[in-house]
């Protein structure tokens, strides 16, 4: 069965830091492009950051340069988010999605492709409060 979990998510201080976990299954991940989304009630998913599976490169959101940074451990089969510097308007439920490589083979990470149409694989979600 394929499945993302993600865990780590809390209630954390402004400034603060935060490490997610996505936890894969059921399928071979290293062929697999991921990306983080972030929901917030009222508006739509979005793309906080994405990791190509063929390089490794990345994208980041603006709003997150410099803050997060997306990795991954294909031993564990898990995909990380770390999370420093955390703002009030970080919180939200951030979710995991992951899509083959060979679905898009030009797909790239950036803020075109960092989109949730370009994912079909997705977690439920962690919830990350950051409030003082």
């Known amino acids: 069965q394929v499945q993302l979990v993600e865990s780590g998510g809390d209630l954390v201080q402004p400034g603060g830091s935060l490490k997610l976990s996505c936890k894969t299954s059921g399928f071979t991940a290293d062929f697999y492009n991921i990306g983080w989304f972030r929901q917030v009630p009222g508006k739509g998913l979005e793309g906080v950051s994405c990791?190509?599976?063929?390089?490794?490169?990345?994208y980041y959101a603006d709003s997150v340069k410099g803050r997060f940074t997306i990795s991954r451990d294909n031993a564990r089969n898990t995909v990380f988010l770390q999370l420093n510097n955390l703002h009030p308007e970080d919180t939200g439920v951030y979710r995991c999605?992951?899509?083959?490589?060979?679905?898009?083979?030009?797909?790239?990470?950036?803020?075109?492709?960092?989109?949730?149409?370009?994912?079909?694989?997705w977690g439920q979600g962690t919830q990350v409060t950051v409030s003082a």
């Open positions: 990791r190509a599976s063929s390089d490794g490169s990345t």
């Open positions: 999605a992951a899509e083959g490589s060979w679905v898009e083979p030009d797909w790239r990470p950036s803020a075109e492709g960092c989109r949730e149409a370009n994912f079909g694989i």
